[in-house]
């Protein structure tokens, strides 16, 4: 009954991972590239419970038609054990998982640095598109203010959007949360905001911030990465995107 069991929380999960892997949902755990490989994680989980279940049924087929007493007491003992081990790593996983919700908002980007470290090297950076304003990541806005000094942001007219954040004065910054590989490896990038920022905005709050760059920074005190500024000429709240990890 406990291979049953297992067998049958396997299907579930299988069918829980191709189900989201053919939404947009499965953004809010991986990169994008990593559609597929969802796809075929909760097949081998769907086939692989499936096996289990048929290899059961027969193996019980086959089973003698009664057991003495001695022999089902200990399988019942085993299985009473098997069961508690499983409970146990459920616990272990349910406990392992859970803080992890929590991780990727406005709490966590808090408590967490930015992910630009320092000024870099030289600049590689091209042009922005034609057209005011012109849509940037939060990333490569931050990475194109720091890296290169702004060469490519000055001058134009910006539009970028995040999740509101409160800076350590208080004043409101717009962060974004950029992935590696999954949710459990994403880390903020964080912009601070001046001129006509979002005040008062609750944090966690998505907004789309128009503004201009200026050559102003702060350090994160977090772990003194460079965080850029925006001078904000208007916002707006916005719904969060579909994928909300850069």
């Known amino acids: 009954m406990a291979r ?3 067998a049958v929380i396997l299907l579930l999960l299988g069918g829980a991972v191709v189900r989201i892997s053919v939404t947009d949902a499965y953004l809010r755990y ?9 796809i075929v994680a909760g097949l081998l989980l769907i086939a692989t419970a499936a096996m289990t279940l048929w290899y059961d049924r027969r193996a019980a087929r086959r089973a003698p038609a009664a057991e003495d007493a001695e022999d089902a007491e200990d399988a019942e003992d085993a299985e009473d054990a098997e069961d508690a081990e499983d409970a146990e790593d459920a616990e272990d996983a349910h406990h392992h998982h859970e803080p992890r919700v929590g991780w990727l908002g406005s709490y966590s980007a808090v408590q967490s640095g930015s992910v630009l470290v320092g000024p870099g090297g030289g600049s590689d950076y091209a042009a922005l598109p034609a057209g005011d304003p012109v849509t940037v990541g939060v990333l490569d806005y ?3 203010a720091v890296y290169d ?7 134009r007219t910006l539009r970028l ?10 004043q409101p ?3 974004r949360i950029v992935l590696s590989c999954c949710a459990a490896d994403g880390r903020p ?4 905001l001046s001129g006509d920022a979002p005040a008062g905005v ?7 911030v128009v503004g201009s760059f200026v050559p102003q920074a702060v350090k994160d005190p977090v772990n003194d990465a460079v965080v850029p500024y925006l001078k904000v000429t208007s916002w707006q709240q916005t719904a969060e995107p579909s994928q909300p990890y850069e």
């Open 4 to 6: 049953q069991a297992q």
């Open 30 to 38: 991986v990169r994008p590239g990593l559609r597929p490989l969802l």
């Open 142 to 144: 931050a990475s194109r």
């Open 149 to 155: 000094g702004g060469r490519t942001l000055a001058g």
């Open 161 to 170: 959007t995040g999740f509101v954040i409160p800076g350590a004065d208080g």
């Open 173 to 175: 910054m717009l962060a």
């Open 189 to 192: 990038v964080k912009v601070a």
């Open 202 to 208: 609750p944090a966690d709050t998505w907004v789309s």
